[in-house]
């Protein structure tokens, strides 16, 4: 079983940054593809990010060259640095996992078995 806890979300205004953390079980990020999607209220979930077990990443357009996806291995979390935020980026932020090495890109990770509970940032213009 693969517990996955979000944090680091929060208020900004636009321009600004935030950093999230996804804090797994261990193990967890040397076996599992892992990523993060996001939700807005009224709005489909959209996976943002994703990074394999070997470090490759994927992005969605919306966020690329604004958000980096990453991980610590040794201390069993995954970050999202978002930069530049815009208000469209307001949503519900998950953190999500999946044994899987095929289907590891940001546009499956909404569909991924293990999520967390989710963390809010909300970014004001």
């Known amino acids: 079983q693969v517990q996955l806890v979000e944090s680091g979300g929060g208020s900004v205004q636009a321009g600004g940054s935030l950093r999230l953390s996804c804090a797994a079980s261990a193990d967890t990020y040397s076996t599992y593809c892992m990523g993060w999607f996001r939700q807005a209220p009224g709005k489909e979930r959209e996976g943002v990010a994703s990074?394999?077990?070997?470090?490759?990443?994927t992005y969605a357009d919306s966020v690329k060259g604004r958000f980096t996806i990453s991980k610590d291995n040794a201390k069993n979390t995954l970050y999202l640095q978002m930069n530049s935020l815009k208000p469209e980026d307001t949503a519900m932020y998950y953190c999500?996992?999946?044994?899987?090495?095929?289907?590891?890109?940001?546009?499956?990770?909404?569909?991924?078995?293990?999520r967390g509970q989710g963390t809010q940032v909300t970014v004001s213009s």
């Open positions: 999500a996992a999946a044994r899987t090495s095929f289907y590891c890109t940001n546009s499956a990770v909404p569909n991924f078995g293990y």
């Open positions: 990074i394999s077990t070997g470090g490759t990443t």
